[in-house]
């Protein structure tokens, strides 16, 4: 073997070990958040969360891929299922489960709750319960890294309900039109809440099929595999970065629960629910990682970490405080005035 063979080896191996270390942390970090959603889940069938929930098991990849493609001073925007997506920012699990059960330690002061998570110190900018309010709003956020002469980028998620709101069509316009650093993310579950999203779509990939009519560059992909969300993602903020425009991505996956806290999902056929559940995104991301040569042990410790982190996290939630009345009108950001124009 030449000295040049044996360096290309040797390179291959590095990458190898560096992608596998990469690949081990987002597997712990979506561990994190199924576990996070498990006790959520939990919490509420024991009458300590208040209010509906819709959890995001089954998604992680998509949130956990799409972070790490991402820097730590992009803006990042949400539906009210956004659990994953404040956690992939940075959010804790004790903040987010103190949120949900209304706990002066929550992510918000419990002014939130499970819909309206925000993580403004990971650029996590909100979960919005208007469906599709928060693609305009992306557009204007990335206005602003447009004014500011930035190359931070703004990325929304929504559902594939969105796609046929008149605010995606609207934002996809004009993020085009302007050439704007905007990154639309579709997580296309196959459900808006209970109607499957083909039999009210004209066409076969909701998000997708719609880029076209914009003229903007659009992928549709594999949203149970990180790697693959991750790669993506880090193409279209590459492009946003410089100067040429957004790019809209639609990934596929399955919510392993309903689409909320009273739905039990009977409506989805038993073969469908079973073939999506081998697709799971931990399941993917374990595979890949036995192909990298990451031993068994170092992935079921990443579990384990992740199952301590999260059952601590609940026992701090339960006990911590109730939120202090005085709290209550702080940290609001309009009075009904107009002194914030200046």
């Known amino acids: 073997m030449g000295s040049e063979d044996a360096v290309s080896q040797s390179a291959v191996r590095e990458a190898m070990v560096n992608e596998g270390a990469e690949l081990l942390a987002m597997y712990e970090r979506m561990a994190v958040i199924r576990r996070t959603e498990k006790a959520a889940y939990d919490l509420f069938l024991a009458g300590l969360v208040k209010g509906t929930t819709h959890l995001a098991a089954g998604h992680e990849a998509i949130a956990v891929g799409a972070s790490a493609a991402l ?9 009210y299922r956004g659990h994953h997506h404040t956690i992939a920012r940075g959010g804790s699990p004790e903040a987010c489960l103190a949120e949900l059960m209304q706990k002066a330690t929550g992510i918000c002061k419990a002014k939130g709750g499970s819909m309206h998570l925000t993580y403004a110190e990971g650029g996590m900018l909100g979960s919005y319960a208007i469906v599709g309010a928060h693609l305009p709003m992306a557009v204007g956020a990335a206005w602003s890294a447009r004014l500011l002469r930035t190359d931070r980028i703004a990325v929304a998620f929504f559902g594939d309900g ?7 069509h609207e934002a996809l316009n004009l993020a085009q039109v302007w050439r704007l650093p905007v990154v639309f993310v579709c997580e296309n579950n196959l459900y808006m809440e209970y109607t499957p999203i083909r039999s009210v779509t004209a066409v076969e990939n909701p998000a997708y099929d719609r880029a076209p009519a914009y003229g903007m560059a659009a992928e549709l992909i594999d949203g149970n ?14 492009r946003a970065r410089a100067g040429e425009g957004p790019t809209l991505i639609e ?26 559940l081998k697709r799971d995104p931990l399941t993917i991301a374990r595979a890949r990682l036995a192909g990298l040569g990451v031993p068994e042990a170092e992935i079921d410790e990443a579990d384990r970490r992740a199952a301590e982190l999260v059952e601590a996290a609940v026992r ?4 911590a405080p109730p939120p202090d009345l005085a709290e209550a009108f702080t940290d609001l950001w309009a009075d009904g005035g107009a002194a914030w124009r200046n």
């Open 162 to 168: 969105a796609t046929n709101i008149g605010a995606f």
């Open 71 to 79: 820097r730590p001073d992009d803006h990042v925007f949400a539906t």
């Open 225 to 238: 595999d990180v790697i693959v969300v991750r790669d993506a993602v880090a193409r279209a903020a590459a």
């Open 251 to 276: 990934a596929k996956t399955y919510r392993h629960y309903g689409h909320s806290r009273t739905d039990p999902a009977k409506y989805r056929p038993a073969e469908e629910v079973e073939a999506w």
């Open 316 to 319: 701090a939630a339960k006990q």
